[in-house]
C-alpha cells in the first residue's frame, strides 16, 4: 500500500471533518466542533492518502509553554490524530508522525512535540516519552475541613460573566503561567475556547460559572465550573465539576477552593487535572478525603535534541555527556555535550565517551522536570557509564514544582 502525506492546507478542516469522525467512532455535534474549529490551523493539517482515499490526518497547534526555567518555549501541539478503520495497522500513522517530526526539524520552528494521548501505548515507538501526570480529584464535601491559610479571610468570592470577565481572568492566567512546567499560554482561540462551554458537553451540568477571588476591589483570582444535581431518595448528592482555578496568590487560591469544595446539595467536587503537588491536597485535614486518581498526561518529544536541551534552564550546574538513540529522527541521535545551570545552557555534538546512554523518548520524558532521571536509571532506562554522573544530570533536571499540562488538547 502506497500512502502519500502531505498538506491540506486552507479546506483541511473538511478535508479532514469526516474522516475523524469515522476514525474516532464519533459524531461531533456541531457546537462542539465550532470551538474546535477557532483553534484549528489549517496551515498545520496534514494528510495521509491511499490513492485518493484521505486515510489518516494529524494537526498542530502551536503553543508557547513553559519550561523549566523558568522560560517560554514554542511547542508544537500534535492533535487530532486519526486513521480511517479500514486503513489501520497497515503503516499510515507511522507516515503521518514520520512526515510530522521531520518537517518540524526541516522548518526549524518547535523544538519540542507534545500531545495527550487516547491510548498511552501508541506514542513511546515515535520517541515519546509520558512527561507529565494528570491528578484527578475527587474531594467529599462532609470531609473537605481546610487547614487555615492565612489571609484568605481577607478574600471575598463573587460571581461574574464569563464573557466581560475574560480579560481580567486572562491577565490572571498570564501572571501563572511562568509558575509551573507545561502550562500554555492562552492566545485568544484558547482564551475564547476555554467560556464557550458548548451544551453538547455539558453532560447534564448547568451552564460554566465563573467566580471571581477579590481583594480590597482587585481580581486576585478567578474560578470556572460547573454544578450537577442529582436528586436521590436518600438526600441531595450533587457534583461541583470545576475545570479551572488560578490565583496569583495563595491566600486567593484557598479563598477560592473554599469556596468550590463548600456547595449546598453538593457532596463532592471534583476537579480532572490536578498536579499531585496541588495546595489543595496539602490543605485537606483529612488527606482521605480526596480520592485521587494518577495517570498519564503529556507525552513529549525533543525534535531537536541541541535546541530543545539549550533552552530550558538546569537547577544545579551540570556537564555531561549524553548519548542519544533516536532511529526515527536520526539528526538527534549520537553524543551530546550538554553544560548549564540556572542561567543558560548549550548542548553540541562532542566525539567524548558518554557519561549517560538513554533514549529520546526518556529524555523527553524528564524534559518538563520530572520523573527524575534517577528513577528512569532505577528502572533500568539510562544507562550510566560514569558514576554519580545519573545522580547529578537527575538533580539537574528536576523541577522542584510538578511539571503539569492544564490545557486539554
Ligand atoms: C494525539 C492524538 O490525537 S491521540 C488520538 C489518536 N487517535 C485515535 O485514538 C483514534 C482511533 N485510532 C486510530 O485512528 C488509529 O488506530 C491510530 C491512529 C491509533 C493508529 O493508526 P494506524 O495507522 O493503525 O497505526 P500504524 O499502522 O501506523 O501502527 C503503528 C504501530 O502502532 C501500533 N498501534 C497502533 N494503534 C495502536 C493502539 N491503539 N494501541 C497500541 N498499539 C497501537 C501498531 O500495532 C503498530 O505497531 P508495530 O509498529 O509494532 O507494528
Not at 224 to 243: C, D, F, H, L, M
Not at 385 to 394: D, E, I, K, Q
Request: aromatic content about 8%.
Amino acid at each position: 500500500m502506497t500512502i502519500e502525506v502531505r498538506p491540506l492546507g486552507a479546506d483541511a478542516w473538511h478535508q479532514a471533518f469526516t474522516m475523524m469522525e469515522l476514525s474516532f467512532g464519533e459524531t461531533w455535534p456541531q457546537d462542539a466542533a465550532d470551538v474546535e474549529r477557532a483553534r484549528f490551523e489549517p496551515d498545520r493539517s496534514i494528510g495521509a492518502f491511499v490513492g485518493d482515499t484521505l486515510a489518516g490526518h494529524a494537526a498542530i497547534y502551536s503553543f508557547t509553554m513553559t519550561v523549566p526555567g523558568p522560560r517560554s518555549l514554542d511547542v508544537a501541539g500534535v492533535s487530532l490524530v486519526g486513521v480511517l478503520p479500514t486503513h489501520r495497522r497497515r503503516g499510515v500513522l507511522t507516515a503521518l508522525m514520520r512526515h510530522q517530526l521531520h518537517d518540524l526539524h526541516e522548518s526549524g520552528r518547535e523544538p519540542v512535540a507534545v500531545l495527550t494521548a487516547s491510548e498511552p501505548a501508541i506514542y513511546g515507538r515515535y520517541g515519546y516519552g509520558c512527561a507529565t501526570q494528570w491528578v484527578y480529584a475527587e474531594v467529599n464535601r462532609a470531609k473537605r475541613a481546610m487547614r487555615p491559610v492565612p489571609g484568605s479571610d481577607e478574600v471575598t468570592v463573587r460571581y461574574a460573566d464569563p464573557e466581560k470577565s475574560l480579560d481580567v481572568c486572562a491577565g490572571v492566567r498570564d501572571a501563572i503561567v511562568p509558575t509551573r512546567p507545561g502550562y500554555v499560554r492562552h492566545n485568544e482561540p484558547w482564551r475564547r475556547g476555554e467560556i464557550a462551554d458548548p451544551e453538547s458537553e455539558r453532560g447534564g451540568a448547568s451552564a460554566l460559572r465563573c467566580v471571581l477571588a477579590e481583594r480590597d476591589g482587585e481580581v486576585t483570582g478567578f474560578a470556572y465550573y460547573r454544578s450537577k444535581a442529582n436528586w436521590e431518595p436518600g438526600g441531595p448528592n450533587g457534583t461541583t465539576i470545576v475545570q479551572r482555578v488560578h490565583a496569583t496568590d495563595t491566600a486567593s487560591y484557598a479563598a477560592l477552593w473554599r469556596f468550590l469544595t463548600d456547595q449546598d446539595l453538593m457532596s463532592k467536587t471534583t476537579h480532572r487535572r490536578l498536579s499531585l503537588d496541588d495546595p489543595l491536597l496539602s490543605w485537606l485535614r483529612d488527606p482521605r478525603a480526596a480520592m485521587v486518581t494518577v495517570r498519564d498526561g503529556m507525552w513529549a518529544r525533543l525534535v531537536d535534541v541541541r535546541r530543545a536541551l539549550s533552552e530550558r534552564r538546569y537547577t544545579t550546574p551540570l556537564d555531561v555527556v549524553l548519548e542519544v538513540r533516536d532511529d526515527l529522527c536520526p539528526w538527534n541521535a549520537g553524543r551530546w555535550h550538554l553544560a548549564g545551570d540556572g542561567s543558560g545552557a548549550s548542548c553540541g555534538r562532542v566525539d567524548r565517551e558518554p557519561d549517560l546512554v538513554l533514549d529520546v523518548a526518556d529524555l523527553g520524558a524528564a524534559y518538563f522536570g520530572r520523573p527524575v532521571l534517577a528513577a528512569l536509571g532505577a528502572a533500568g532506562l539510562v544507562e550510566e557509564r560514569t558514576p554519580g554522573s545519573l545522580a547529578a544530570t537527575s538533580r539537574a533536571f528536576t523541577s522542584e514544582v510538578l511539571p503539569l499540562l492544564d490545557t486539554p488538547f
